[in-house]
């Protein structure tokens, strides 16, 4: 069992940045953040398998950076250029090391365990 918890979320302004944290209570391979907004479907946003093997969604490329620090199991989510858009429940989740180099990255089915969220609010 991994534990999970995020912190970090809380209200910006369009254009403004946040930056959220993901502490594991256990090293976990593949770690990832998915985002759900009221009436839609849970979206994956970004995945950090190693240094060299980080994914995005379209939506969030190049505004977004998903880091890690192995020492501390915590996984971070440096947020720029916020839009309106942005604004949902953000999650963090754990999956086996080959999720991150599959293709199922952005599946939240894949991935086994989770936190229990922080929200995000951009507002216009």
């Known amino acids: 069992q991994v534990e999970l918890v995020e912190s970090g979320g809380g209200t910006v302004q369009a254009g403004g940045s946040l930056r959220l944290s993901c502490a594991g209570s256990a090293y976990t391979d593949c770690m990832g953040w998915f985002r759900q907004a009221p009436g839609k479907e849970r979206e994956g946003v970004a995945t950090?398998?190693?240094?060299?093997?980080?994914r995005y969604a379209d939506s969030v490329k190049g505004r977004f950076t998903i880091s890690k620090d192995t020492a501390k199991n915590t996984l971070y989510l440096q947020m720029n250029s916020l839009k309106p858009e942005d604004t949902a429940m953000y999650y963090c989740a754990s999956a086996d090391w080959y999720t991150c180099f599959s293709a199922s990255w952005s599946n939240g089915g894949s991935y086994k365990y989770w936190g229990q969220g922080t929200q995000v609010t951009v507002s216009s």
């Open positions: 950090f398998g190693s240094t060299v093997n980080t």
